[in-house]
């Protein structure tokens, strides 16, 4: 031997612990689902927790939300006094730039093209359907019933557990793993959100001929800006104008020009209040400028706020301990399917993933982290009894 070989022990990779997740998230995340198109995934999902023994039933929402695919559910009973539990991600993603082809680098998996992996939020799925076989294949009952559910359209508002009839749950406490952070954080609190749709509607002249006889509708749009305070207002309220579109030609007074926009807030009434500003700026802009104006303002989700004493909170926390994680409780700025099912009276937990990148062609998600939510979705499922 040679006197400059590395040792065995430096060179063997480390072990994976659990293969057959790791196997599956890279069959999910090769499987194309934007959101709206998420019809083989739902297949691919369904298949495999049949394949488990356990019953899936799919709904009717795709009507609503102009999906090829409904939500999903399945349950894995406990004691009949046992409480219920459920477990919730989504399976779809933002749109793909290009196909996935997962690689595995550096004890983590990418997208060897330009493009997003998918990982938010199918490292979840795949984390919820391993866990779904562990529990089924166990031979005893687990100390909860576990219920799984699986959204569609939750990158466009939130719309599959919208139209999800939640009704069928018994759950008394969510936990949905749909934060692309650090493993330990766990969301308590997050923001209601408006959508706000302006359009101008002005009046089209020759710009070089006669543009005294126009109402530019993109100038009253543009000076509706300029009165507005955009951006962070505090720790809890931020609002944006995210797109602007109008206009024919250069040469042409601008007839139409709409606006998108945006406010939230973890205080509802600093939300409202921001949207209120908002309206009022397009109003005073649209009637300055000739234009007329039609608006229309959408309440997508509501905030909520759990305790550090609820009951999902204390169970993902002490999951996170047995696995040497300190907790790490806070809020967001962003949205999940928690939203949806606290609204509706059950409280609900944004576990962070591990995921890295969320929506951006570099994501990436580490073996570790996929192993280590699989042993945290376990340790909530026995601290939830």
């Known amino acids: 031997m040679s006197n400059d070989a590395a040792p065995l022990e430096a060179a063997a990779p480390p072990q994976d612990r659990y293969p057959e997740l790791l196997d599956l998230f890279v ?35 795709g009507t609503e939300t102009g999906s090829d695919a409904g939500n999903l559910l399945a349950r894995i ?16 993603t933002v749109p793909l730039d290009a196909p996935v082809e997962v690689e595995r680098s550096d004890g983590a998996f990418r997208n ?8 938010d939020n199918k490292a979840a799925v795949a984390v919820f359907v391993e866990l779904a076989r562990r529990l089924a294949s166990a031979g005893e009952t687990p100390p909860v019933s576990v219920e799984l559910l699986f959204t569609t359209c939750e990158e466009v508002a939130l719309a599959g557990a919208k139209a999800f009839d939640t009704t069928r749950l018994r759950a008394k406490s969510g936990f949905v793993f749909d ?46 800006l300029a009165a507005m305070d955009l951006g962070r207002h505090d720790e809890e309220t931020t609002s944006n104008v995210g797109t602007i579109r109008g206009g024919t030609a ?3 007074v601008a007839e139409r020009c709409e606006l998108l926009l945006e406010a939230r807030s973890l205080d509802p009434e600093k ?24 608006t229309d303002v959408e309440e997508l989700f509501r905030a909520y706020r759990l305790p550090a004493s609820s009951p999902p909170v204390e169970a993902a926390s002490a999951a996170l301990r047995a696995q040497r994680i300190e907790p790490v409780v806070r809020a967001t700025g962003g949205g999940s ?11 609900s937990v944004n576990v962070a993933n591990g995921t890295e990148r969320n929506h951006e062609p570099t994501e990436a998600v580490s073996v570790w982290a996929l192993e280590t939510m699989l042993d945290v979705a376990l340790g909530i499922v026995q601290a939830s009894s």
């Not at 009973?77 to 779809?92: E, K, Q, S, T």
């Not at 093209?113 to 990982?119: C, D, K, S, Y």
């Not at 700026?281 to 234009?291: I, K, P, Q, R």
């Open 27 to 61: 069959r999910m995340c090769e499987t194309r689902s934007p959101s709206f198109e998420e019809r083989a995934m739902a297949d691919l999902v369904a298949a495999e927790l049949r394949g488990a023994g356990l019953e899936v039933e799919e709904d009717t929402s």
């Open 77 to 92: 009973p406990g004691p009949d006094d046992a409480p219920a539990i459920v477990f919730c991600a989504h399976l779809d």
């Open 112 to 119: 060897s093209r330009e493009a997003i992996l998918g990982a």
């Open 179 to 224: 934060h692309a952070t650090a493993i330990g954080e766990l969301i308590t609190a997050a923001p209601t959100y408006y959508r706000v749709g302006a359009r101008f509607h002005g009046h089209a002249a020759h710009a070089g001929i006669r543009p005294e006889d126009g109402h530019n509708a993109i100038e009253a749009a543009a000076r509706s």
């Open 250 to 252: 250069a040469n042409v």
């Open 271 to 294: 939300a409202a209040a921001r949207v209120t500003a908002m309206v009022d700026a397009l109003t005073e802009a649209a009637a300055e400028g000739g234009c007329d104006l039609e």
């Open 337 to 347: 399917d928690a939203h949806v099912l606290s609204a509706v009276g059950i409280p």
